[in-house]
């Protein structure tokens, strides 16, 4: 069984902590991302998988198994480093084969699978090349190789891609995705760019500061964010929020801002008013999520444009409202221009709103 | 960098610079306007500030260099009646030298020996002390030996050394391991006594030079190989080991030359014997020049030390500059 | 983040492996400091202590070791009938002196090599690192010569001079490298704003100043610690401790306490300078090979 279950984890470094109570599971064969910033905590969570860290409290599980002692080269793992840890004195070949050699496997056996392994990552016509005289995404590649030559029942990844330019960063998402599915080996993937957690995971575990903010498939973290932190970091561009209030009127629960009161759906409306209270909220929405338009129409209020930005397939438009500043995709067609007043409709489907004080999500 | 067409020289200076070919080369990077930022449009500045240093350096090492070769050209007498010249006898009767052969071998067997067990002892204890708590202490107390002066070194150990009153002299024989000889009087192990004193001085300065290359093991490799399978020891001879190698081998280059240098603490322990047993070639050569003043034959065998030491420093160098010797700089791989 | 050292499994075999570890530790720091506690205590001895040794083989009586009663006679022996006070000057001004001309000469060049490229650069700087590596008994006769002939024999001047053979090389390979490692940009960036060239050089010596400040230390470390020019050269009228002491040892009646004591005024300066430097100390010793 290549489950891995972790159990109020917590680790220290000294006196500051890393991690802070985490709790995790990831099933067979599931894709795991671990996603968050630098210094969340991830990369000690990945450490502690591999047994590179000690667990200063708490259990880590693989199957049944408590493996908290067992040393790396004992659980069955393979790891692929940030900086990919390559023999600079080693060939290619010698790089890859090295885990097998360890282990004191037949030379037969080893040259047949470093041969498989090296032919899948297009890399087995520089087996005899030093790591010197690869290029990055060579080496990287090697590094994926010495990591599936093992055949283990668990991968690691330490934010393998992050020192690839954009291209091949988008060519290697794929191409690690499809391999996962093809080995169907049991894969955590550490990293802090959204976009490859949203593109890859079956699961993602969002940290922040040592704690675990929300867990769950990519669209539920993109869609449902669990608080505001996790709604801010997931999602490019970032999702815009503004400091509102809730008022009556007309009868009506609504979202009341110096520029606009626009009314909550009905479903929204009740898990206020079962939970919401006279508290602040601060609204959430994306600006994929906001439709600009020259005239006013249902529910619109007026802005002013500050600047817009032509992405070529998108036209991003800084519109001022009344003490602060709100980002929106709009469509290429849309013409105004610097200073001109616009008409913004939010899409009340999508819109979330968030406690001021302590970031929950209410919807 | 722009680049302007070299100009004929417009004063002796340049021109002695182009000769010595100060401006050929760099002729691509001049910018010859006066008050130019660029450093090399204001060579001359340079080269002046770079005189009197090398001024003093000539006088100093380039003159005797060819005194020595004048002198071991000739028969000298320091009696005052003149230099004969002396064809190159001086240099053919090394061979015949049997002194002159065994110093080298003396020599050799000296330094194999401290060397043997200076980077023995002084890797081990650089691991230990990396893998400690008390890694600063330890290391500013075995500074110690190094601060003290060869001479010194020499004297307290010929102290410990004695027969009648030494404390190390009565240590080995109360362990057993020293019969009724005089540790620097015997042939046998007058060599291991030399050995000794040297090994103590210098031990910690490989050792520090190897704690410095531990340091400098890229963490990365070391945790690939645990994750692959490997347990501390052959990650130590897989990993650690390869990377250490540059300092070793310029710790050994070190330790070589030195032991070309320093005969202070031979001098006051053996001063050569028992029966030249321990006459390295230096200190053969500090006998024939100032205690037998056959200057032209030290000359010339002064002359083989200075090869030798530049072969050497050659080699040295090459370490220095090659890849697996950029010791200073990051890992690569990144 | 990850913890200061690789992480290290409990196991039997380690268990052990920190024992003898500790065993070794202690073995090997008795055998480093035993010398200089040997040469320290017997320094305080007078003449007949010295020479107390229990039987071969009669390890309880070690204590004998610290059985006397201790005196300063030998110091003060030193200073009053065998003129060290004059020798510890000697020292000094040698070395020191030593160390500023090899420093201020050594900065110049230094800096001019490292701002200044030129066929033979490479050549020249192997001449100066071999000037620092050749062994001194080679060239100590035409250096003698030399010396003699310009009245320099005996001199402490020429003893100065003498040890900015190998200082001054030392001082021009090691600073260039502190000079190398300041950018050029910061001189150009004072002359923009008016400075002569000199003045941007004066500008960027605070950013120098702590290595050439060290390397002013090891420069007095290494010509303190010298034996054969002080003893050939500087024979007659600038003698330093080294010859000094290794004088003290005469074929009759050798002064054991006073020869001890001797070491200690030699040895203890030196000790406290390589406190004070222990950053630069294996930069200095490998002529900047490995850096800390």
Not at chain 2, 204 to 223: C, F, S, W, Y
Not at chain 3, 97 to 103: K, L, M, T
Request: proline share 5%.
């Amino acid at each position: 069984m290549a489950s891995v279950t972790i159990a109020n984890v917590w680790k220290y470094y000294g006196k500051t902590s890393a991690v802070r109570d985490l709790n995790l599971n990831c099933n067979d064969g599931e894709f795991l991302c671990v996603l968050g910033p630098s210094g969340c905590g991830k990369s000690s969570t990945l450490r502690m998988l591999a047994g590179l860290e000690h667990i200063s409290a708490g259990d880590i599980l693989f199957g049944e198994r408590r493996i908290n002692d067992i040393p790396p080269k004992d659980r069955d793992i393979a790891m692929v480093f940030e900086n990919y840890a390559l023999y600079p004195h080693k060939t290619v070949y010698g790089n890859i084969a090295n885990s097998l050699r360890l282990r004191g496997m037949s030379k037969a056996d080893i040259q047949q699978r470093v041969q498989k392994a090296a032919r899948m990552l297009e890399i087995d016509h520089l087996l005899d090349r030093r790591p010197g005289e690869l290029s990055g995404g060579q080496k990287q590649r090697t590094a994926i190789g010495r990591a599936i030559v093992r055949e283990p029942r668990l991968f690691l990844f330490d934010e393998p891609i992050a020192h690839l330019d954009a291209k091949l960063r988008a060519h290697m998402r794929v191409e690690l995705k499809l391999m996962q599915r093809d080995l169907r080996t049991t894969m955590i993937y550490v990293t802090h760019d959204q976009l490859e957690a949203l593109s890859m995971a079956d699961r993602v575990a969002v940290m922040h500061e040592g704690v675990l903010q929300q867990f769950g498939p990519p669209q539920e973290v993109y869609h449902r964010p669990a608080n505001r932190w996790v709604a801010g970091f997931v999602g490019e561009p970032p999702m815009n929020f503004l400091d509102c209030d809730l008022a009556e009127e007309g009868g009506d629960l609504c979202v009341r801002h110096p520029n606009f009161t626009t009314p909550l759906l009905p479903e929204q409306a009740q898990i206020m008013q079962a939970k919401g209270g006279g508290r602040g909220v601060t609204l959430g929405i994306r600006p994929d999520e906001i439709a600009l338009a020259a005239e006013p129409g249902l529910h619109a209020f007026s802005g002013q444009v500050m600047i817009t930005e032509p992405l070529g397939g998108d036209l991003l438009v800084d519109v001022i409202l009344e003490g602060s500043k709100v980002l929106v995709k709009a469509k290429p067609n849309y013409r105004g221009g610097r200073g001109e007043v616009c008409h913004l409709t939010f899409d009340r489907e999508r819109w979330h709103l968030f406690d001021r004080e302590d970031g929950q999500a209410y919807f | 960098m722009i680049e302007t067409p070299p100009r004929p020289a417009r004063s002796l200076g340049e021109a002695v610079g182009e000769t010595i070919g100060f401006t050929q080369e760099g002729a691509r990077y001049l910018k010859y306007e006066a008050g130019s930022l660029n450093p090399e449009g204001s060579r001359r500045y340079y080269f002046y500030l770079m005189l009197p240093a090398i001024f003093v350096l000539a006088c100093i090492t380039i003159y005797p260099f060819f005194w020595l070769i004048y002198m071991s050209l000739h028969s000298v007498d320091i009696g005052g009646a003149g230099d004969m010249w002396n064809d190159f006898r001086n240099w053919t009767r090394l061979t015949r030298d049997r002194k002159f052969q065994d110093g080298w071998l003396r020599l050799a067997h000296y330094s194999v020996l401290c060397i043997l067990f200076e980077v023995g002892i002084g890797v081990l204890l650089a691991v230990i002390l990396n893998n400690s708590r008390f890694e600063k202490v330890l290391v500013t107390i075995f500074l110690m030996p190094m601060m003290v002066a060869p001479i010194v070194a020499g004297l307290v150990w010929y102290y410990l050394y004695n027969s009648t009153f030494g404390w190390y002299h009565w240590l080995l024989q109360s362990a057993g391991i020293l019969g009724e000889t005089s540790i620097l009087g015997d042939r046998g192990t007058a060599m291991w006594g030399i050995v000794i004193v040297d090994i103590w001085q210098w031990t910690p300065l490989i050792a520090l030079i190897t704690l410095a290359g531990l340091k400098r093991v890229p963490r990365d490799q070391l945790e690939a190989n645990m994750v692959d399978g490997a347990g501390a020891f052959k990650n130590f001879f897989q990993v650690t080991l390869p990377n250490l190698y540059p300092f070793l081998l310029i710790a050994i280059l070190l330790r070589f030359m030195d032991n070309f240098r320093f005969i202070d603490a031979i001098l006051v322990l053996t001063g050569g014997g028992p029966a030249n047993s321990t006459k390295i070639l230096p200190l053969y050569l500090f006998d024939i020049s100032f205690q037998f003043f056959k200057l032209g034959r030290g000359a010339a065998i002064a002359l083989t030390l200075l090869i030798m030491t530049i072969v050497l420093g050659l080699i040295l160098v090459r370490v220095f500059e090659s890849p697996a010797g950029k010791v200073n700089q990051n890992e690569e791989g990144r | 983040m990850a913890s200061r050292d690789i992480v290290q499994y409990r196991s039997p075999g380690r268990r052990l492996l920190s024992i003898l570890t500790v065993v070794f530790l202690a073995a090997y720091l008795v055998w480093t400091i035993l010398p200089l506690f040997i040469m320290f205590v017997s320094s305080f001895k007078d003449l007949l202590a010295a020479f107390q040794l229990p039987e071969v083989g009669d390890w309880l009586s070690i204590g004998v070791f610290f059985d006397f009663k201790p005196t300063a006679k030998h110091y003060v022996d030193l200073f009053v009938d065998n003129n060290f006070g004059t020798y510890l000057v000697n020292s000094i001004v040698a070395a020191g002196g030593s160390a500023v001309v090899s420093v201020v000469l050594g900065s110049m060049a230094a800096y001019a090599l490292s701002r200044i490229e030129f066929r033979g650069k490479k050549d020249l700087f192997f001449w100066i690192i071999s000037t620092r590596m050749a062994p001194v008994v080679a060239v100590m006769v035409p250096l003698y010569a030399i010396f003699r002939g310009v009245g320099l024999v005996g001199t402490l001047p020429g003893l100065i001079l003498a040890y900015t053979t190998f200082n001054l090389p030392f001082a021009i390979w090691m600073l260039k490298g502190f000079f190398d490692n300041v950018p050029y940009a910061i001189e150009e960036a004072a002359m923009c704003d008016g400075c002569t060239r000199f003045q941007a050089f004066r500008a960027i010596l605070p950013l120098v100043a702590p290595g050439v400040g060290a390397f002013l230390v090891l420069c007095v470390l290494f010509a303190w610690n010298d034996f054969l020019f002080a003893s050939i050269i500087g024979s007659g009228g600038a003698k330093t401790l080294p010859p000094a002491t290794r004088e003290l040892v005469q074929p009759q009646n050798i002064q054991w306490g006073k020869i001890m004591a001797a070491g200690v005024v030699t040895t203890i300066p030196m000790m406290f300078l390589g406190l004070l430097i222990r950053r630069y100390l294996v930069a200095g010793l490998t002529m900047g090979a490995v850096r800390e």
